[in-house]
């Protein structure tokens, strides 16, 4: 149904089996995408994010990989029932995916243009000429100068901002439904980081693509974002419209992330301690041990459910100051006082 969310995951659990144990990357996360919307997966390294992103096309390594329970649909389609065969047809033709790496995602010895031409070819049958005609036009809607002479060149006869446009050509390619984009201006200095996110920006407006982006820089999230699903340990901490997010942040986690942007007090400083062990996490919330508002109820139990979305936002978060409250966090257990703050969206580094 065109209403439907064209992306729903619920209860996804992406497990690894290694030796030092099971380590649960993805445990429980629940979240939808809808048709030309962005939704930004944030939270620190080693949250789950990318592991998120690459069970949506079931790209984990099996083994030593699995994704253990949970659904993923896709337009209606339940994705973990899917054939090597119906996933073959869905990866780039329907779900396009950009790397963070595009030096490690573009194969030195074939030209950009037939890495375009090979993603044309791999889902579509047209002749070699009209495959040159749809590369070279996807080149120069990424913004590549002169795109029907450097067709022909090779990944390192372009720069670091250069290559990231050719590898989000080649997602393209298809005119993919769903953009999975994992941190793609990591590498790039901020000025080509500012020049790809507005070429997201053009291209979805172009092609209306949804998109989901994960990233650990707010500054991104607040140019780029619909809404944001924030991300801790595997677990989602906070998700709401990326107004809502910024305006009025309700989780622990989510206020110290915001605290770390420059041009706050205090801004620059890390969130004290690291994250929990993905084979030992802690009972209770996941973030209790770094949390000011630690309560002993926090260290027991479960990860709190999220709470019901509110009439105006759809903003739902899992921390227990929000169970049958008025939502209000209480005074650091810590006596530190930690300021209410409503941080303003401005762009810069997120850490």
């Known amino acids: 149904m065109p209403d439907d969310p064209l992306l729903s995951i619920r209860d996804l659990q992406t497990y690894f089996h290694t030796d030092e144990g099971l ?10 995408v809808d048709r030309g919307e962005t939704v930004c997966l944030v939270g620190e390294s ?5 592991v998120t992103c690459e069970s949506i096309t079931r790209l984990i390594p099996t083994p030593p990989g699995e994704i253990a329970g949970g659904k993923i649909r896709f337009d209606g389609t339940d994705v973990t029932t899917l054939s090597d065969d119906e996933l073959r047809d869905l990866r780039g033709g329907r779900i396009g995916h950009v790397f963070q790496n595009p030096q490690g995602a573009l194969n030195p010895v074939y030209t950009v243009g037939d890495q375009i031409r090979e993603a044309i070819h791999a889902h579509r049958e047209v002749a070699e000429t009209t495959a040159r005609r749809k590369a070279v036009s996807l080149l120069e809607a990424v913004g590549i100068p002169e795109a029907g ?4 060149d090779y990944p390192h006869e372009f720069s670091g901002g250069m290559k990231q446009r050719v590898a989000i050509a080649i997602a393209l390619a298809c005119e993919p439904d769903l953009l999975v984009a994992d941190e793609p201006t990591t590498a790039l200095d901020v000025t080509i980081e500012a020049q790809i996110l507005d070429l997201f920006r053009e291209l979805q407006r172009e092609f209306d693509t949804s998109i989901v982006f994960v990233t650990h820089d707010l500054g991104v999230v607040a140019e780029i974002a619909d809404r944001v699903v924030v991300v801790y340990a595997g677990k989602v901490m906070e998700t709401g419209p990326v107004e809502a997010i910024f305006e009025n942040p309700a989780h622990p986690y989510t206020r110290a992330l915001l605290e770390c942007l420059p041009g706050r007090p205090g801004g620059l400083e890390p969130i004290p301690g690291s994250l929990p062990s993905p084979t030992d996490p802690p009972r209770g919330c996941r973030y209790h041990p770094r949390c000011d508002y630690v309560r002993e109820a926090c260290r027991t139990g479960e990860q709190p459910s999220l709470s019901e979305p509110d009439e105006d936002h759809d903003h739902c978060v899992s ?11 209480p005074e650091p257990a810590s006596g530190t006082p930690v ?5 303003e969206r401005e762009t810069g580094d997120g850490e």
Do not use: M, T
């Open 319 to 329: 921390c227990i100051h929000y169970e049958g409250g008025d939502g209000r966090l």
């Open 46 to 50: 080693g949250s789950g994010k990318s």
């Open 23 to 32: 380590v649960k990357a993805v445990d429980g996360v629940s979240f939808d």
């Open 149 to 152: 002479n450097r067709i022909d």
């Open 339 to 343: 300021a209410d703050r409503k941080p």
